[in-house]
């Protein structure tokens, strides 16, 4: 192993234990989107015991933060994300507290030799990644316009140590049917909320034979009513929208809409329409993955390329890997196959000693990997000219 990736192995080994100890601390304080109060105070004060100084509420974002260290001179800007928000209902059934270790991890490890090279490295902290796409609103407050290359990783299960994984865009579109109670004996005094709902659905289901392959429209009825014998005055539905590109997922957006349009004619029901901010498809930086690979490989921990056929989630590090050069690969907390994210079952193993281990593991491999990016400027070169040639010229309009 190189003699300064070895220096900066050794100083996160150094640290294991408070290390798994923030990782324990975040997985039994679970906070949902924009709510990671306790959490950010958590990971602002494991930086400060380390003597770094902490930016909090970071482009006014209360639960988002940034921490920066200088070399010795101007150089590349490389920042470790760390996401830390809960799913509800289950905790960190994503291991979002394995992300926020590895990113405070590896920028510890990092600084330790930062002095001697030109640059800076910072952690940002990013909320609201399971919903409220806290990177796309970091993104328009200048979040990332102080950074060149983002690092990060996620926890997977099943063995599954993958690189240069992609993702697809996505969004949300949550509607509330208003229409007017009535008994159920006569319904024409009322206007039924819920049968609006359900005429969006099935208009749905009509057309959902004419998606694309990696389209997907999926949604609940989070409210339909109070009683079976009053006609429900309000409805409550959520969608979760997913497809090859942003592009795409506006076009999806539309034909919801249009869904939901044709209900109100249908049902005299009247709809109040949120969207939120589209997860962009991801494209990662295959020089930066590689680098990251065989770090990794240095450390035992072998990683694959995906199954190409494989319809993956989304994530909003898809909208940062559009502006620069990123990476988001995934190592393994389990080797139990039955394990999926998004599970109680996923929640229990984000805390087991398999994802202590990974905890360590990964934040040497991304402090290793930001090590080259410092170190070369031909890789600086290699690297930003992938991500010019991936990214589409749609998105540099």
Known sequence: MNQQKQKISEKIESIRDDLIELSHSIHKNPETSFNEYKTVAIIIDFLKKYGYDVQEKYCGIDTSF???????????????????????????????????????????????????????????????????????????????????????????????????????????????????????????????????????????????????????????????GVASNIIPELSVCEFSIRAETMLRIKELITLVEECIARAESLTGAKAEIKVEPIYAERYPNMPMCEAFKCNMSELGVEMFYPDPTVLYGSSDIGNVSIKIPAIHDYLSITDDKTIQSHSSEYTKAAAMPQADDICIKGAKGLAMTGFDILESEEFRNTINEFHTRQVPEAYRK
């Open 66 to 224: 940034k921490a920066v260290i200088k070399g010795r001179e101007n150089g590349p800007k490389i920042s470790f994300l760390a996401e830390y928000d809960a799913l509800r209902g289950i905790g960190h059934g994503c291991g979002h507290n394995i992300i926020a270790t590895c990113a405070a991890g590896a920028f510890i490890g990092l600084a330790e030799i930062i002095k001697d090279y030109a640059g800076e490295i910072s952690i940002i902290g990013t909320p609201a990644e399971e919903g409220g796409a806290g990177k796309v609103l970091l993104l328009d407050r200048g979040g990332f316009d102080n950074t060149e290359y983002a690092l990060m990783m996620h926890p997977s299960s099943g063995g599954n140590n993958l690189v240069g994984r992609g993702g697809r865009a996505a969004s949300s579109v949550t509607v509330s049917f208003k229409g007017k109670a009535a008994h159920s004996s006569v319904p024409s005094n009322g206007i039924n909320a819920l049968s609006a709902a359900i005429s969006v659905f099935n208009q749905i289901d009509m057309v959902r034979p004419n998606f694309r392959i990696q389209d997907n429209i999926n949604g609940i009825i989070l409210e339909g």
